[in-house]
């Protein structure tokens, strides 16, 4: 299995990523826009579109208010296994720190992941980052 971490630095505070992040039906206007072009709720799943056509149920399993952590679950015919966590962090300045792990199988799925996820951090940093309000 391959774990791929992430983390970046968003201009922005805290609550405000987190207030976003929990959204768990709003990926397409308030996480990630431009990335994802659409989020359907679907019982305690997402039915979500990426820019590049792909579709994907994400299972909701687990969201912490208290430490500002969502994890979900997507299972496919292509992917055997794929589970994620994203977390919140206040940095001293009063921006964020946004930390996400995904680990899937197959391990031949990591690269196409990896580059998916730089793509959903960039959209992330566009429209959450201070410069972008």
């Excluded at 391959?2 to 709003?26: C, E, M, N």
């Excluded at 679950?73 to 296994?81: F, G, L, M, P």
């Amino acid at each position: 299995m391959t774990s791929i971490h992430k983390q970046i630095i968003i201009d922005a505070k805290p609550d405000d990523v987190w207030d976003a992040l929990r959204d768990f039906g709003a990926l397409h206007t308030r996480l990630v826009p431009g990335f994802v072009t659409d989020t359907k709720l679907d019982g305690d799943a997402r039915i979500v579109t990426f820019s590049n056509g792909t579709v994907a149920r994400e299972i909701l399993v687990d969201c912490d208010e208290t430490r500002r952590r969502l994890v979900y679950a997507i299972v496919s015919e292509r992917i055997r296994q794929h589970s994620a966590s994203a977390q919140v962090f206040a940095e001293a300045d009063g921006r964020t720190r946004f930390v996400w792990i995904a680990d899937v199988l197959p391990n031949e799925i990591a690269p196409y992941m990896d580059a998916q996820m730089d793509l959903g951090l960039a959209a992330m940093q566009k429209a959450l980052g201070r410069s972008a309000a």
